[in-house]
């Protein structure tokens, strides 16, 4: 435990001049399964983008 270290921050460290790396807080596209399915309930493309976007902010 004396070594140990926390970190809070959203940040990634690498090591390696070539190393390929995401954080997991990355920004992407809707997955378009879940618009379809939302759109099958009777919400517009607009309504199912609001519903996902902020069911993942909460």
Known sequence: MDKSK???IP???A???EA???HEAAIGRINNEQ???LETFGLSEE???DVI???FLS
């Open 53 to 55: 976007v902020n069911a």
């Open 6 to 8: 926390v970190s809070s």
């Open 35 to 37: 618009l379809l399915k």
């Open 47 to 49: 309504e199912a983008e």
């Open 11 to 13: 940040e990634i460290q």
């Open 20 to 22: 390929q790396i995401v």
């Open 15 to 17: 090591n390696h001049m």
